[in-house]
Structures are given as structure tokens and as C-alpha cells.
């Protein structure tokens, strides 16, 4: 199948856009890299101390420098319903490894913080910077320089960016991401959220509510609701970063145990003592992010993405922005129908047919490349399969994604989707750009037009919703919720109050510079407005009465205010100092110092600059050659 024009387009753009970073990158790749096993480059009192207190035939192993040994990073913790099965992950990977001739050890843990613990909360404002962190934190337990490549455990919201970011920055080890899988099925995901607007309205006690969430969210895996850690869990899959197929495996199941075990053995084996050396650095090029994008947006994923695969390019030396989402939204089929887009939950969506039958779908309609190179060594098709245990129950086979989807309400071909378009959206006008979910918008809401209604905090809102002040038309502007301001926090307390008003008749829409991320539902919402005010943006010139237009359709983002009188209005102020402290936000005032606009990432990195050029790390040949360390040169080695 001949690639998607618009697939070839936006491709070139950003390969040419990223030349001079990416480069930079691979140069800092290949510097990284050491001949034998990582660990050798270290003095006998580096590596005694790297394998002091590992038992006695691993020990030696380690000792002869010449078999690789493999990291593992955990964000385990017990409070996160998601990681808790990774508590026994690390046994099953050392013993995996151990068949293959190669040592594990525990490199690392890093944070991971819970949004749906903290949604509302002060500690919220930690959550966004807590990937950046999570990197840093990756780069901490990788430092040592004892592995050869390493495995990431990790699920949720910022976790798996951030340990792909950190992943990026030691580019020259593969990288294996092994997920733990989603929790069973509990209470539908739309009775979930009816007794959330009933609490809403007064209607349900805060027992019932309670209730309701316990049946939800109740037993280890991922939340079953297509949100933020389900979208990071179908990305893996598309950049070829999973086993295929693993991602929505329920855990505490034998074949969940199995294919963490095969993951880890995989890391073991694509080390640079084999003969098929991948390192994530190369699988991570700009096709790969791409397709991570086009994946996307065939499923309805996540908002919070515009925002973390903009990071994680930027750790390869990649650049991507919303008009690459905007343009690939407008050609990219949607595929499923997931909560909040539908009413099945992922569990449904494997059971009818999983990310294999996406992949394959979008192969075949030209909306992926499939020349990329994944942790199998193969192209992209290679991972359009379903695991099931081998016959003595021990190991994984794969068997091909079926034809037909067993389930139309939940997933279709790309012949017939629910959508001919990805239901994502760049708007822009005078209040700047911001990206507009629409996959869950019913056609009629995704257009208003209405007095804004400016208010400094969801707090502030939810006082006047509950106070009546809120029965009619209007565009709530909720301002100062940007990476610079607060940490950019999730708005969810809005969602059920907006659900409301618009039911019964109100025409109602959401601006603001905050994220409202993968549980976007039905209310028409411009997010991550950027650039924010504290950065100069336009939303701090918005006062109440003025006429907003949001138009999806033509992707208009207005306010409708003579420019005389626009132009003679000063930024707004506020009083930020609350956000300043308490529940360790003093401690990430250097990120909110520091971060960049939310279209480039809302980070605190850098792109990759030039390394002082040594022999064999050249950016460029004089007669034309290829460049050491390219990924043209990386493939011309592994084909020789």
C-alpha cells in the first residue's frame, strides 16, 4: 500500500525541520557507546561496588565483563493500582534473564504519582513536572554505567514519557517498555459517570458517589477508561517500544508473567554484544513518532499527548508541533469508540480486536510507515499480532490480529470507521493556539458562541455552579492554569458541571491554558491555550461579557472584541503565591521558572545541541559520505 500523501508530507517536514538536532542526537549516541559490554569502561572499585551484594554465579558474571547485564526501572508503588503488580515483575525478569545467559539488576525506581489521587488537589500541581522528574530520575539509575540495555516498567500519565524521555538520553541502550495491564471490567464507565453528575447536581450523597468510584476502580491494573496510561500503553505499541500485543494483558495471569518474561529475555538479547543491536535511540526516529501521532489519533487517545510526544521527540532531536497533529488529524480514520468516545472500556476493545488490528489497519490504508525498526528487528508489521500462551503454558506465541472486528461498536477497518477524521484540532485566532479534542463532541456542541465568563481557578467555578450564578449560555475562560503559573493541572472538576449545563440546553464550552487530558468528554474545550499569560499570551486580555466564538470546524479561536479596544487592555494579574507552596510545590519552582510553552512540550529540556567534533562523530562528510553514527549508518550496519 503506497503511503498516505499527507503521511509523506508532514514526514519530510519534520525530518528536514530536525536535521541539525537530530544529528546532534545520533552524535551524542555514538559517543556514548563503548566497545564490549558498558560496565568494562569502569575501574575494578566502580564494578566491584556495582555487583557487591548480587548473589554468587550472578556476581561472577558480572565480574567477567563479557555477558550483558540488563537494568530494570520500576516505577512501582502499591498506592498506584496500575504498578502494583510490578512488585513481582523484578523476580520474573532476573530469572528470564538468567536463562539467556545475562544478568538483571534493580538499576532504579522513580516516582509515579497518581492524577486520580491528586485531581482537584494542591498535589496536582506537582503532576505535569513529575515527568520531567521521572526523566531525571531514569537518568539517575542508569548513570552507573553497568547495563547494556535496560527494561522500563511503567503505565501511567507522566510515567511513561518521562521514562521514555530518560530512556532517550542513554539512546545508545535498547529499550524494552513492559506494562502490568489494565484492571478487570467493574461498574460501566458510563454509569461512572451519571452518579458523578448526579453528585453534581446535588442528587447523589457523597456515599453513593463513593460507591460508584469503589466499583470503577477497583482491583490492580490501569483504569479500563481510555485516558492518559491506556493511550501511553497503545503508543508503545504503534513506536514498537512493547512486545506486541502486551498491552492490555490483565496481570496476575500466566500469560501476563509470560510476556514479561519474554520482554525481558528480548532486552537481553538486542544488546550490542548480539547481532542484532537495537538501541531505542534508532528505533526512536522521526517515522516512529509519526506513527505514534497517526496512533493516536486513530484511537481518540489522549489530549495530554500533544503535549508528551512533543517532549519525547525533543529527547531524540526530533520536532514536531500542533500543526503536524492538526494535518495528520484531518486524513487519520477513527478507529474505535473507547470511554469517553464510547461506552466500552479496553478490555472490550482487546476482546474485539486490540492495537494489533489497528496497526494492521493503518498499514494497509498507507497511514503508517512500516520501514521502521522496532524492538523485533523488523518493520512495523511485525507487530500486528495477538500473545497466547504456548502450548506447555511457559512461553508466548503470537498468532495474527484477526480480520474482522469482533465487536463494530467498539472498533472498525479503516474502510468504514466511526470517523473519517482523528477528532483532534489545532484552533487559533487572538487567543492563541490550543488544541480541541472533538472525538466525543457531538457534531451540534462543536461550534459555540457566547459570553465569556473568566474565572481564575476551577475552585472559583465550581463556587458559582453551586451558588445557581451558572444557567445560561457562556464560555468559562479559566486562566493562570498554565506550566509557568501552577504546573499546569488537569480541570476535571469542571467536566460533570459543564455535562450538566449543556444537557439541559445551555450553550457552554471551556477555555483555558490547563489540561483537561485523556477524560475529555463531551464538552466542547480549547486546552493548553499557548502561550500562557505569565508568558505574554493574549487569555489575560479576556474580560467577562466579551463574545468568544470556538468553531472546531473552521478552527477559530475568537474573541470577538473590536482591536482598538483589544489592543488597549493591559494582561491580566493574579495572585499566584498560593501555588507557590505547600504539598512540595516550593520544590518545583525551578520548573515553573524554566518550562517552555505547552506547543513545545511544556518542559524544562533542551534540544540536543552540537558535541565538540571528535574522529569518527562528524556531522557531515566533505565529499558526502555517510555520517558515523546516522541512522543511515546504523542501518548500513545492520544489514551488513
Not at 519530510?12 to 563503548?34: C, Q, W
Not at 500541581?125 to 527494561?151: C, K, P, W, Y
Not at 472490550?348 to 521502521?372: K, Q, S
Not at 518493520?379 to 498468532?399: M, T, Y
Amino acid at each position: 500500500m503506497a503511503l498516505h500523501p499527507v503521511l509523506e508530507t508532514v514526514t519530510a517536514r519534520i525530518i528536514a525541520r530536525s536535521k541539525p538536532s537530530r544529528g546532534a542526537y545520533l552524535a551524542h549516541l555514538e559517543a556514548a557507546r563503548v566497545k564490549g559490554v558498558q560496565r568494562g569502561a569502569l575501574s575494578c572499585t566502580n564494578l566491584a561496588h556495582g555487583f557487591a551484594a548480587f548473589p554468587a554465579n550472578d556476581k561472577l558474571v558480572l565480574k567477567e565483563v563479557k555477558k550483558p547485564s540488563v537494568a530494570i526501572v520500576s516505577a512501582y508503588n502499591d498506592m498506584l493500582s496500575a504498578h502494583q503488580p510490578f512488585e513481582s515483575f523484578p523476580r520474573i525478569i532476573k530469572d528470564a534473564v538468567r536463562e539467556v545467559g545475562a544478568v538483571a539488576q534493580f538499576a532504579g525506581g522513580v516516582p509515579a504519582m497518581c492524577d486520580g489521587v491528586t485531581q482537584g488537589q494542591p498535589g496536582m500541581e506537582l503532576s505535569l513536572f513529575s515527568r520531567d522528574a521521572i526523566a531525571m530520575g531514569t537518568a539517575v539509575a542508569l548513570s552507573h554505567n553497568m547495563f547494556d540495555s535496560a527494561l522500563y516498567l511503567g503505565v501511567c500519565d507522566k510515567i511513561v514519557p518521562g521514562l521514555l524521555i530518560g530512556a532517550l538520553h542513554f539512546g545508545h541502550l535498547p529499550a524494552v517498555f513492559v506494562p502490568a495491564g489494565p484492571m478487570t471490567s467493574g461498574l460501566s464507565n458510563s454509569d461512572k459517570a451519571k452518579v458523578r453528575q448526579l453528585y453534581a447536581q446535588g442528587k447523589a450523597t457523597r456515599e453513593e458517589l463513593l460507591e460508584g468510584e469503589a466499583k470503577s476502580y477497583h482491583g490492580a491494573g490501569t483504569c479500563t477508561f481510555y485516558g492518559t496510561a491506556n493511550s501511553n500503553q497503545m503508543l508503545m505499541e504503534v513506536m514498537g517500544l512493547h512486545l506486541p500485543g502486551a498491552a492490555f494483558i490483565t496481570p496476575g495471569t500466566p500469560l501476563r508473567d509470560a510476556l514479561t518474561a519474554a520482554a525481558a529475555k528480548r532486552a537481553a538479547q538486542i544488546t550490542a554484544q548480539s547481532d542484532n543491536y537495537l538501541p531505542v535511540g534508532h528505533i526512536v526516529d522521526e517515522k516512529c513518532i509519526v506513527n505514534a501521532v497517526v496512533g493516536l489519533l486513530a484511537t481518540g487517545g489522549s489530549t495530554n499527548h500533544t503535549l508528551h510526544l512533543v517532549a519525547i521527540a525533543k529527547a531524540a532531536g526530533i520536532v514536531i508541533d500542533w500543526d503536524d497533529f492538526n494535518e495528520l488529524s484531518a486524513v487519520v480514520p477513527l478507529l474505535t469508540r473507547i470511554y469517553p468516545n464510547g461506552e466500552a472500556d479496553v478490555n472490550h476493545f482487546h476482546a474485539a480486536g486490540g492495537t494489533g488490528f489497528v496497526i494492521r489497519e493503518l498499514l494497509d490504508a498507507g497511514l503508517l510507515h512500516d520501514d521502521v525498526t522496532t524492538i523485533l528487528g523488523k518493520g512495523l508489521r511485525a507487530h500486528c499480532g495477538e500473545p497466547f500462551l504456548s502450548e506447555d503454558g511457559k512461553g508466548v506465541v503470537w498468532q495474527a490480529s484477526p480480520l474482522e472486528s469482533g465487536d463494530e461498536g467498539v472498533l472498525r477497518k479503516a474502510g468504514a470507521p466511526f470517523s473519517a477524521d482523528g477528532g483532534m484540532v489545532l484552533v487559533k485566532g487572538n487567543l492563541g493556539r490550543a488544541v480541541m479534542k472533538v472525538s466525543a463532541v457531538k457534531p451540534q456542541h462543536r461550534t459555540v458562541e457566547a459570553p465569556a465568563l473568566v474565572f481564575n481557578s476551577q475552585e472559583d467555578f465550581m463556587a458559582d455552579y453551586k451558588a445557581g450564578k451558572l444557567d445560561r449560555d457562556f464560555v468559562a475562560v479559566i486562566r493562570f492554569q498554565g506550566p509557568r503559573a501552577n504546573g499546569m493541572p488537569e480541570l476535571h472538576a469542571l467536566t460533570p458541571a459543564l455535562a450538566n449545563l449543556q444537557d439541559a440546553g445551555r450553550r457552554v464550552a471551556l477555555v483555558t491554558d490547563g489540561r483537561m487530558s485523556g477524560a475529555s468528554g463531551k464538552v466542547p474545550a480549547a486546552i493548553h491555550v499557548s502561550p500562557e499569560i505569565l508568558a505574554g499570551g493574549p487569555l489575560g486580555l479576556v474580560r467577562d461579557g466579551d463574545m468568544i466564538r470556538l468553531d472546531a470546524a473552521s478552527g477559530t479561536l475568537e474573541a470577538l472584541v473590536p482591536s482598538d479596544v483589544w489592543c488597549a487592555r493591559a494582561l491580566a494579574t493574579a495572585d499566584l503565591s498560593p501555588n507557590a507552596v505547600g504539598m512540595g510545590r516550593e520544590l518545583f519552582s525551578m520548573f515553573r521558572a524554566s518550562v517552555s510553552a505547552a506547543e513545545q512540550g511544556a518542559t524544562t529540556f533542551p534540544l540536543p545541541s552540537p558535541i565538540p567534533t571528535t574522529v569518527g562523530l562528524h556531522d557531515a562528510d566533505p565529499v558526502g559520505n555517510t555520517v558515523p553514527g546516522s541512522d543511515e549508518d546504523f542501518s548500513m550496519k545492520k544489514e551488513a
